[in-house]
């Protein structure tokens, strides 16, 4: 089968966002007396809102209410969106730009698959929604990633079989979520925690649409 879509994950794939969400989370648990921890962001990462608060509330002990954890997440996007606001659309990761525009020089479709329900949000304010045929972000989707839906959606309204995309993500769960789906994954970051991935790789730079083709399946090209 050919490939012929590229799906994109949005943070930590087009954004370096994945550091202002670990913030926020910071900042919020300081407010209730709880530390956030460098190893609790392999748990963070990908996850959605809910299940991410979930976690840490369950890890601090705390047992809240459904309107004290409703609270809680408002303040924690409200923080968020405070210390991403001087974002543009010159902040998209190095080689995110190049790539789409080789995808569609080529005629390779080109979607957003997020786990955030900033996503569509922010790309619509920096001017870069029209750079993609299709996004979807957790507003479309309730279930979250690792659960495969997110990409089982995207591929439909794609008209593709999973199959004939690459979906790019940057953290486990995201990586398990394609990979449940049937869809090729290039993995981007640490190939210790992405190792169910088809391909590896520490940055997008400099790195070609034959690149990806290639190193997640040998036998594609044909
Ligand atoms: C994922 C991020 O993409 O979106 C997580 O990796 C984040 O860190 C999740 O918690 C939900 O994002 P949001 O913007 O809806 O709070
Ligand atoms: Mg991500």
Request: with cysteine.
């Amino acid at each position: 089968m050919m490939i012929r879509a590229l799906i994109f994950d949005f943070d930590g794939v087009l954004m370096d966002t994945g550091r202002y969400h670990y913030k926020s989370w910071e900042i919020l648990l300081d407010k209730i007396g709880l530390t956030l921890e460098p190893e609790d962001d392999l748990v963070l990462k990908g996850a959605s809102r809910i299940d991410s608060l979930e976690y840490l509330l369950h890890k601090g002990q705390l047992l809240l209410s459904h309107y004290q954890k409703e609270a809680l997440l408002k303040e924690k996007n409200r923080i968020y969106l405070d210390l991403i606001d001087h974002l543009t659309l010159q902040d998209l990761l190095p080689g995110v730009y190049p790539l789409i525009q080789a995808a569609k020089k080529e005629g390779y479709q080109v979607a957003v698959a997020s786990g955030s329900r900033n996503a569509r949000h922010i790309l619509e304010r920096i001017g870069a929604l029209d750079l993609f045929d299709i996004v979807i972000d957790a507003n479309d989707v309730p279930a979250a990633k690792p659960d495969p839906e997110i990409y089982e959606h995207v591929c439909q309204l794609l008209h593709l079989h999973p199959a004939e995309t690459v979906v790019i993500e940057d953290a486990e769960k995201g990586v398990a979520a394609g990979i449940a789906a049937g869809c090729y994954v290039l993995g981007l970051g640490d190939p210790a925690y992405l190792d169910k991935a088809h391909m590896v790789v520490s940055s997008l730079a400099g790195l070609g649409l034959d690149d990806i083709l290639q190193g997640v399946s040998r036998d594609l090209i044909a």
